[in-house]
């Protein structure tokens, strides 16, 4: 069921509104509104995506073309779920648990930190800057991040569009709008 409403999104690409860093990134909550795109062994989806991240849990919703929720992750200390079309499923890591379940996963653990143009600092990173100083490419955890749209031509504007691939599965994620501290 959820394959059949991802693929019904269509992706479309407004210009989001012009957003800069958050004065403390490293805690910096957020919620954000979007696409996604997912290609993973030559099977594509996409949907909306609302993403509520906070310092001990994230909710990440995927949403069909008339904006119902399709299938909600969240994640926090204790546990993971995941909800799909009227089944619910739980496992102690999320990452996983989106593989189980959904085929592909986001890599929550470093995508907050990506999202916002920046390296997680617990591991290490390459990183490929633009001539402007802004990262371009990032790998880290396995991961290669490219930023393929900056929201404005601001140095500390936040990236509008990123390409995130890892063996065989690439995600495209298009980020409409920011919510600071939801």
Not at 81 to 87: A, F, M, P
Not at 98 to 126: E, N, R, Y
Not at 133 to 155: C, F, M, N
Request: charged fraction near 20%; include cysteine; hydrophobic fraction near 40%.
């Amino acid at each position: 069921m959820l394959a059949g409403v991802l693929n019904g999104c269509a992706l479309l690409s407004p210009a989001p509104a012009p957003v800069a860093h958050p004065a403390q990134p490293e805690t910096a909550t957020f919620a954000l509104n979007g696409r996604i795109s997912i290609n993973h062994r030559g099977e594509r989806n996409s949907a909306g995506l609302r993403w509520t991240h906070l310092a001990q849990s994230d909710e990440i919703l995927l949403l069909g073309p008339l904006g119902q929720t399709a299938a909600r992750v969240y994640r926090d200390a204790r546990q993971a779920t995941l909800d799909d079309g009227g089944k619910h499923y739980q496992a102690d890591d999320v990452e996983a648990l989106m593989q189980q379940v959904l085929h592909w996963h986001l890599p929550l653990g470093g995508l907050h930190h990506w999202v916002l143009g920046m390296a997680d600092t617990s591991s290490p990173a390459k990183i490929e800057r633009a001539a402007n100083g802004r990262i371009s490419v990032l790998h880290q955890d396995g991961w290669e991040v490219r930023y393929l749209r900056y929201a404005d031509t601001k140095p500390d504007s936040l990236p509008a569009r990123l390409q995130l691939s890892h063996e065989g599965l690439q995600v495209q994620l298009l980020i409409d709008e920011w919510e600071w501290n939801p």
